[in-house]
Every structure is written in structure tokens, then in C-alpha cells.
């Protein structure tokens, strides 16, 4: 399985950007997609993920303004992010959890200017 996350870049705080992620390889229909971060000094946590189903998890910080969906047909995800603050300056990765398992793409940086 591989992961090839798209988008990030330099924004000013109040703008917007859209991460998109591809999956391909072996991958059964069971299965979440998600985004994760990690700032400089942080731990990695996670942003958002969203199961086969539908079903959606939000960090709290960025309910309201961040927004996942993914395309089954394709194994895509994608990670619409609005109203970007400083605080959400990091690097972030694409997930795929199958089996209980995790893969992970390349992280991809995002930096909020203020």
C-alpha cells in the first residue's frame, strides 16, 4: 500500500488549503483514511479520519473549520482546511489504517503565517 498526499504550502492565517491523499496497493474496502499532524517539539496527533462509512472524528481545535471526505471508488482523501490559524502550522500526514494496521504517506508542510 502507498499513500501519495498532495497540497500544503504557505497561507496567511485566515486562509484556506486543501490536502489531498491517493492510496493504492491491496486495500480491502474495510478500512479509515485520516489526516495527522505534527508541529516542531509535538507529538503527532490526529486531525481528522473518516471510516468507509462516513463516520468522521475532528480534533476539537479544528472542528467548525477543517472538513474530510474521501471518494471510495478512487481510495482518495481529501482534508479541506479554513480559517487556518498559526497553531495549525505543522507537518501533515496522510493515514490509512487496514487490518490494524497503519500506513502512512510522506508528510506534507503546511505553514500559517500571522
Known amino acids: 500500500v502507498q499513500l501519495q498526499a498532495s497540497g500544503g504550502g504557505l497561507v496567511q492565517a485566515g486562509g484556506s488549503l486543501r490536502l489531498s491523499c491517493a492510496a493504492s496497493g491491496s486495500i480491502f474496502s474495510i478500512n479509515v483514511m485520516g489526516w495527522y499532524r505534527q508541529a516542531p517539539g509535538k507529538q503527532r496527533e490526529l486531525v481528522a479520519d473518516?471510516?468507509?462509512?462516513?463516520?468522521?472524528n475532528y480534533l476539537e481545535s479544528v472542528k467548525g473549520r477543517f472538513t474530510i471526505s474521501r471518494d471510495n471508488a478512487k481510495n482518495t482523501v481529501d482534508l479541506q482546511m479554513k480559517s487556518l490559524r498559526p497553531e495549525d502550522t505543522a507537518v501533515y500526514f496522510c493515514?490509512?489504517?487496514?487490518?490494524?494496521?497503519?500506513?502512512w504517506g510522506k508528510g506534507t508542510l503546511v505553514t500559517v503565517s500571522s
Open positions: 473518516i471510516s468507509i462509512g462516513g463516520n468522521t
Open positions: 493515514n490509512l489504517r487496514l487490518m490494524g494496521y497503519d500506513y
